[in-house]
């Protein structure tokens, strides 16, 4: 069976004038990673922020850019607003300056959703590679908030190193649970680390889940993303159950400027989410 | 009670092969144990078994003098661990530590030469197995190599 859903188009909000930043002001910041950081963030003019899990704002830190970035908070708490930044370039760089009490440009919430909801009553694998985990942490937050609505929930997680692991607090409490499989591993270790090393798709075929009652959701680097759609498709889940969020560039968030255009696609307005068979024929394509 | 037998049937490597191949094979098997921190074999020993890994969590790993054990990868229940005792020079490669209390089936290389030499249909069904296992992990090496999560790997 499948969910037979495009990805949840269900907005939090729908923005009414997606152009304009509305600003919202840093409450807490938190280092991640050497290179990654979280940005708590509430509306300078007060009330709450909801999305669903997958969406995206355009970050704006003032006189230098604007960027895509996945919220990463709690669905359920839309009070806060939460952002898991990567300094790759000027603008991510320039917001990881950010501190207490400074203010951002946000627009959004925008785009398309993990199928969380239609996912109820399956079994739910969540495989995320890197910062690919930052959009996928709000289904966990969902599922974990509605569990009995969900058969087995597998979350495995991959990174480079164990110094590049986010949200280690939590995938420590996580992993704690009796009603959540958590497999963390990364590429490479020296001996003191005494968790798993090797790629994240090696946790696959030893995941417990049935695959004809299976949604899989994916998140990570594009080639990550490939191996892992084949090993699951080996396991036999359908492909209409299998989900990916793509996160290349894109500038206006809106589908006006063609910059994030995906084949016929455009990542902004379609996706970020997409289900596997609408882009599968894309996936592999080079320059697109 | 759990019979070698009844434990190589079930273990994922095993899963499917012939039930009269399944007894040979049982013949060259026994249960070991590993405590946290024990070599199970080291670089350049002799290889004379392979592990079917029953619980725990072993670490492939090299020693480089300059920056000391490097793990390459870790295998947990349900996983296989070694090869080099299948070709000659039969020694291994890589140290094999295990990370947790361990438990698994030890087969024994010579006694496993002897019997796919005599009966060559379960050698090719063993090696098929082999092979299959060696594939995913050239292809899980590769990614590895690829190092995916850098923006300019
Ligand atoms: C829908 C969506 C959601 C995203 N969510 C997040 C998120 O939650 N957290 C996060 O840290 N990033 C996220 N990104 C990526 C983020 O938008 C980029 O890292 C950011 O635009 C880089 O801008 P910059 O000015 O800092 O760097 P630039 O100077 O623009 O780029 C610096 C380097 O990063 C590379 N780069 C730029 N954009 C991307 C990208 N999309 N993917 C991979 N490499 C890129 C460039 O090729 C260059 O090498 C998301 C992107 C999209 C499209």
């Keep these: 069976m499948s969910t037979n ?65 996945s919220i990463s908070g709690d669905p359920g708490r839309p009070e806060k607003l939460v952002h898991t930044i990567r300094a790759v370039g000027a603008t991510t760089k320039a ?34 590679g890197g910062i690919g985990l930052a959009p996928l942490r709000p289904v966990v937050y969902h599922v974990l908030r509605n569990r009995q609505k969900y058969g087995n929930v597998v979350l495995l997680y ?131 | 009670m ?11 490597f095993f899963k499917g092969m012939d039930q009269r191949y399944l007894e040979l094979l049982t013949g060259c098997a026994s249960n070991v144990r590993f405590e946290a921190g024990e070599y199970i074999f080291r670089a350049e020993e002799e290889a004379n078994q392979f592990y079917l890994i029953r619980q725990g969590k072993v670490a492939l790993e090299a020693f480089a003098p300059e920056r000391g054990p490097i793990v390459i990868l870790t295998l947990d229940q349900g996983e296989v661990l070694g090869w080099s005792w ?14 947790e209390f361990t438990r698994a089936i030890a087969l024994d290389g010579a006694c496993l030469r002897k019997k796919t030499e005599d009966n060559h249909d379960m050698g090719y069904e063993f090696m098929k197995r082999f092979s299959q296992l060696m594939a995913r992990a050239l292809l899980a090496t590769r990614l590895q190599l690829l190092n995916v999560y850098e923006l300019n790997p």
């Design chain 1, 95 to 128: 917001l990881g300056h950010l501190r207490r009490g400074d203010t951002v440009g946000v627009r959004g919430p925008f785009g398309s959703a993990w199928p969380a909801a239609a996912a109820a009553g399956r079994d739910l694998i969540i495989i995320a």
């Design chain 1, 158 to 288: 991959g990174a480079r190193t164990p110094a590049d692991l986010l949200y280690t607090k939590e995938l420590e409490q996580w992993r704690g649970r009796f009603d959540l499989d958590v497999q963390v591993t990364v590429d490479r270790a020296s001996a003191s680390w005494h968790g798993t090393v090797g790629v994240v798709t090696n946790f696959i075929p030893r995941a417990r889940f049935d695959p004809s009652e299976t949604v899989a959701m994916i998140c990570g680097p594009e080639i990550m993303m490939r191996f892992a759609i084949q090993e699951i498709e080996e396991m036999e889940v359908n492909t209409d159950n299998i989900y990916v969020s793509m996160e290349r560039n894109m500038k206006c968030a809106v589908g006006f400027c063609g910059h994030c255009q995906f084949g016929p696609a455009f990542i902004c307005k379609d996706g970020p989410v997409f289900s596997y068979n609408s882009i599968k024929t894309l996936l592999n394509i080079r320059g697109i």
């Design chain 2, 86 to 99: 299948l070709f000659p020079p039969h020694r291994w490669r890589f140290d094999a530590q295990a990370v």
């Design chain 2, 2 to 12: 759990e019979t070698l037998e009844r434990i190589l049937a079930e273990h994922p």
């Design chain 1, 5 to 69: 859903s495009t990805p949840e188009t269900m907005m939090g909000r729908e923005p009414s004038a997606p152009m304009l930043p509305r600003p919202c002001t840093v409450q807490r910041v938190r280092q991640e990673t050497y290179d990654t950081f979280t940005l708590e963030l509430a509306p300078a003019a007060g009330g709450a922020f909801p999305f669903a899990p997958g969406q995206f704002n355009m970050l704006y830190a003032f006189g230098v850019g604007e960027v895509a970035i």
